[in-house]
């Protein structure tokens, strides 16, 4: 079993910056690959990048040169550096371990001036 808590959304003007966290309880971090997804309203989830356990990393198309994943096992988190956010960026974000059940409860991110 694993617990996933997201932190880190709030409102930010286009143009500005975020960094999420998610803490993971349990072990399961060291031996999984990590992800970021989000859902827009009236949009389904979508996969936003990847962290995998040898350190490479994936990232949507939409996303790719703005944000950047990262892990840190000792600390138990993966974190999403987000910057240029656009209003399509948008959403609420998950935190997901790859390849299983185990879902964050989201962090709303809001882009709007």
């Known amino acids: 079993q694993a617990q996933l808590v997201e932190s880190g959304g709030g409102l930010v003007q286009p143009g500005g910056s975020l960094r999420l966290s998610c803490l993971v309880s349990?072990?399961?971090?060291?031996?999984?690959?990590m992800g970021w997804y989000r859902q827009a309203p009236g949009k389904q989830r979508e996969w936003v990048a990847t962290?995998?356990?040898?350190?490479?990393?994936n990232y949507a198309d939409s996303v790719k040169g703005r944000f950047t994943i990262s892990r840190d096992n000792a600390k138990n988190t993966v974190d999403l550096q987000m910057n240029s956010l656009k209003p399509e960026d948008t959403a609420v974000y998950y935190c997901?371990?790859?390849?299983?059940?185990?879902w964050g409860q989201g962090t709303q991110v809001t882009v709007s001036s």
């Open positions: 962290a995998t356990l040898g350190g490479r990393t």
């Open positions: 349990g072990s399961i971090l060291r031996i999984s690959p």
């Open positions: 997901h371990v790859e390849g299983s059940t185990f």
